[in-house]
């Protein structure tokens, strides 16, 4: 069965502690692996796309990475404002299959 | 910059009637897809829309829903008849016509509908 998976469920942080979000995927030949932030009650916002394993992105305090295996979201120095819940999904044949999230609190 | 627009943000209905939603999609995308996502549970996948018809639809997506594209920048879901459980979050995404497949959806801000 696809299966897109994100640890931790929910994550807090002090202002300015980093840490990383982890996003698995059991499929072979990966077409996409999709991150997308997700305010309260809005639609899911796109961050970054990765398509090969030792891929990087990243934009201000975040940069993804992909691995053959899993996805990881890294948070430099968070602050209040990036508090969201960030989801990871991996492109089926056309469309996009998505993890539970990770719930993201950074307190100041 | 570009945005996916959906109306109406809330939609309330009684059981058993039917609701249409709107979105119109990024103006040069040509994919069109409608996701859903009930409260505290994960963006589910319902159909995708491509050339005026549907290209790829999940097992949710029953003879009780159906998309349309009436004109040259609206795109619909319909429900025929609402249950309880069709309660939930509705996104509409688009993305344009990527190379080997790599297109990114944008996604709406989402229809909230409560069926009562």
């Known amino acids: 069965e696809d299966q897109v998976t994100q640890s931790p469920e929910a994550l807090r942080l002090q202002e300015g502690e980093s840490s990383s979000l982890n996003c698995s995927y059991t499929?072979?030949?990966?077409?996409?692996l999709f991150w997308y932030r997700q305010d309260p009650g809005k639609g899911p916002e796109f961050l970054f796309t990765?398509?090969?394993a030792g891929e990087e992105k990243e934009k201000e305090r975040l940069k993804a990475t992909l691995t053959k295996k899993e996805s990881f979201l890294h948070i430099t120095a968070p602050k209040p404002e990036d508090s969201a819940t960030y989801l990871c999904a991996r492109k089926g044949q056309g469309n996009l299959i998505f993890g539970k999230g990770t719930k993201l609190s950074v307190k100041p | 910059e570009p945005e996916v627009t959906q109306t109406p943000s809330h939609q309330v209905t009684q059981m058993g009637q039917e609701v249409i939603l709107r979105c119109v999609p990024i103006?040069?995308?040509?994919?069109f897809y409608w996701y859903r996502q009930i409260l505290g549970q994960k963006v589910e996948f319902l159909v995708s829309?491509?050339?005026?018809?549907?290209?790829?639809k999940s097992e949710i997506f029953d003879d009780q829903f159906s998309v349309e594209r009436p004109d040259g920048s609206n795109f619909t879901l319909k429900i025929r008849s609402t249950k309880l459980e069709d309660s939930a979050m509705y996104f509409c995404a688009s993305s344009e016509v990527g190379t080997g497949g790599r297109e990114t959806q944008y996604f709406g801000p989402g229809t909230r509908l409560l069926v009562l």
């Open positions: 103006s040069n995308h040509l994919y």
């Open positions: 499929v072979s030949g990966l077409r996409g």
């Open positions: 829309f491509y050339n005026n018809e549907i290209s790829e």
């Open positions: 990765l398509y090969s």
